[in-house]
């Protein structure tokens, strides 16, 4: 049997919808230029090794470093994977049982072009019953944007992001 949460499901539905209705509230700067030194400190931790890689390109699947929080900062207040999660949280959704990505890459990146990331709540499904306790999939999409210096903007990735929140069984 699962705790008992202070919040419904209309409740939940009706904060993912408000959440939603916001559109892509979230858009944050890479705090530096993709370069070279990080890229070859990511492929040294990869374990991975391409010439293409050591000379001007960054793997398509590092979109995502360049713009993570790090030590010391955070994601913006407006952040909606975290609003939802933060609501599921206060509701008694406490526990995490996994996560899941969808990627898609446009075209590789080049040292020195900086990236922006805008995020959106794409969905909240639920709830669902696991083994574990009962929870709810939230699903957040994030692109990644190079801007240029006559205005255009150009997505070069994109991923979808899905946590199960859920309430912990209590156990016997």
Known sequence: MSARTSVGHDEIMAEAERIKALGEASESQAPYPVNQPTIGTWL???GYDNERFRSGEAPPSM???????GLGRKRPPEDPLSRMTEFLTAAGYTAVLGTNCEQSYERYLRVGEELRVTSALDSVVGPKRTAMGEGYFVTSRNTWYVDHPDGRSEAVATMLFRVLKFVPRETP
Do not use: E
């Not at 979109?63 to 929080?69: E, F």
């Open 44 to 46: 040294d931790a990869m």
């Open 63 to 69: 979109a995502q470093v360049w713009t993570m929080p």
